[in-house]
Every structure is written in C-alpha cells, then in structure tokens.
C-alpha cells in the first residue's frame, strides 16, 4: 500500500524558514517523480514543486521559485521541501504527491502538513 | 500560469449525469493529452479520478469519464450517487514543464 506522510509543518514569522518531509512507503520511491502541492483551506489547489526520480531536475511555480527549494534522498524514500523568506500568503496545507501511474499526473496524495505564516 | 477555469458549482439529482468543463489554453490543456481530474472531499486528501484525459485508475468507478476538445476538456459523472459530493479539480501540464490546477467545482447531489 502507497503512504505519504509529511512532516515539519507549523507557525512560522514572516520571512522565516522551514523545511517540509514526506516519508514515502509502498513503492519504489526511487523511480518516480514527487511534487509538493499545497492549498488555502476554502480554496483551491496550487503546484508548488517537483523533481525527478534521480534529482537532478527540478521545477517550480513562479510564486516560490528562489524561496523554495525541493530535493529528494533515495536511500531514505524521502522527498523535502525547504521554505526560506516565507510570506503570509504561503499560509496552506502542503501535499506531497507521487507520479507513479503515468506521466503528468498525481496518483496518490499524503495527507497534508499545515504550514502557517503569521506574526 | 493562470489557474484553469471550472464553473464553481454544479448540481444533480441521484441517477442524473453532470458534466464538469475545464478551460483552459493552447500551451496546456489544449497542448497536451496530459489532463487528470482530482476528487477531494472536506478535509480529505485529493483523489485521482481520471488521467491522460480518460483513463480511469484501478478501483475508480466507470461512472466517471473524461474527454478533451480543443482547449476544453470535460468529466462526466453517470448515475450520480451522494458519495459524489465533494469538490473536483482538473490538472494540466503545461509548455512552460509546470502544472496547473483548476479553480474547483463544487458538486452538490440534490
């Protein structure tokens, strides 16, 4: 059975930092894509980030591109997400997801990991 | 990139069909074959529904269905039930290797 479970969410001050985790089971982590992808509760959802199954590429949405950064350890079956110069409006619940089933899409979500950025 | 545009809302009686649109451009839904549809209910994880425009995973029911014209692409609910409530996404990929989601439809089961 695939899980995703993400970790290291919490509140955070305007321009701080954090770094997201999601532990991955149930699949050969090392061979697929991950994404972060977070939602506004009562709104809808956003792609933030992916990589590639080996790391080396990545890509990001416009809104965090050189705030974020994400990267992945294989011989851990985890992806992360480190979050430096965080706004308010980075305020949501962050997924983690893996495409596994095909190319371009989501196929199983974790949870969610509420990142909070208030003073 | 600007979100894809879905109607906010969209309603039907149990045993009915609805349609959901999403519409979106020539350098993502229109591009590319790569359009999947997400089920997400209150305070739940998003489900994938369909994928690579109609494709269904293994366990979704074959009351869900999806198909593409142009820029627009659709997923149709059949014999909707009042387990189909929840909110609906549609996700594309883009030319800019990027992605984006719907603005969400909200089905309500009459």
């Known amino acids: 059975e695939v899980q995703l479970v993400e970790s290291g969410g919490g509140l955070v001050l305007p321009g701080g930092s954090l770094r997201l985790s999601c532990a991955a089971s149930?699949?050969?982590?090392?061979?697929?894509?991950m994404h972060w992808v977070r939602q506004v509760p009562g709104n809808g959802l956003v792609w933030v980030s992916g990589?590639?199954?080996?790391?080396?590429?990545?890509s990001y949405a416009d809104s965090v591109k050189g705030r974020f950064t994400i990267s992945r350890d294989n011989a851990k079956n985890t992806v992360y997400l480190q979050m430096n110069s965080l706004r308010v409006e980075d305020t949501a619940v962050y997924y983690c997801a893996v495409e596994s089933i095909g190319w371009y899409v989501f196929d199983y979500w974790g949870l969610g990991n509420v990142v909070t950025v208030s003073s | 990139q600007s979100a894809l545009t879905q109607p906010a809302s969209v309603s039907g009686s149990p045993g009915q069909s609805i349609t959901i649109s999403c519409t979106g451009t020539?350098?993502?839904?229109?591009?590319?074959?790569?359009v999947s549809w997400y089920q997400q209910h209150p305070g739940k994880a998003p489900k994938l529904m369909i994928y690579?425009?109609?494709n269904r995973p293994s366990g979704v029911s074959n009351r869900f269905s999806g198909s593409k014209s142009g820029n627009t692409a659709s997923l149709t609910i059949s014999g909707l039930q009042a387990e189909d409530e929840a909110d609906y996404y549609c996700s594309s990929y883009t030319s800019s290797s990027t992605y984006v989601f719907g603005t969400g439809t909200k089905v309500t089961v009459l």
């Open positions: 020539s350098s993502d839904v229109g591009a590319y074959n790569y």
């Open positions: 990589i590639n199954s080996d790391g080396i590429a990545t």
């Open positions: 690579d425009v109609n």
């Open positions: 149930g699949f050969i982590f090392s061979s697929y894509r």
